[in-house]
């Protein structure tokens, strides 16, 4: 069975940094597209980030782009998300996904196949 645990989050102030990290096991993670998504409290859950199954190519919504960067060990079944220049409004739930297939947009929760437990990410002002 696919299992993905993120970790790393916590609370940190306004400007400051985190990296969160997501631990894959029981399937091939190089196989598989990983994407960051997160839920604020009220909103939507909304993408944030994601990585080609060997890492050449990323992609970043808008409203990260400049300060997250998106990486991974595929010898650790590991992705991270490094967070820099965090403000109040990234407050949220972060949570990592994997995409097996083609079939969905890589934008959307809807194109992501199998998705962690989430890890809370607090900035405080």
């Known amino acids: 069975q696919v299992q993905l645990v993120e970790s790393g989050g916590g609370l940190v102030q306004a400007g400051g940094s985190l990296r969160l990290s997501c631990a894959a096991s029981?399937?091939?993670?190089?196989?598989?597209?990983m994407g960051w998504f997160r839920q604020a409290p009220g909103k939507e859950r909304e993408f944030v980030a994601a990585i080609a199954r060997i890492g050449g190519n990323t992609y970043y919504s808008n409203s990260v782009k400049g300060r997250f960067t998106i990486s991974r060990d595929n010898s650790k079944n590991t992705l991270y998300l490094q967070m820099n220049t965090l403000t109040p409004e990234d407050t949220a739930v972060y949570y990592c996904?994997?995409?097996?297939?083609?079939?969905?947009?890589?934008?959307?929760?809807?194109?992501?196949?199998?998705w962690g437990q989430g890890t809370q990410v607090t900035v405080s002002s």
């Open positions: 996904a994997a995409r097996d297939g083609l079939s969905g947009s890589r934008y959307s929760d809807s194109g992501y196949n199998y």
């Open positions: 029981d399937f091939s993670f190089n196989s598989y597209f």
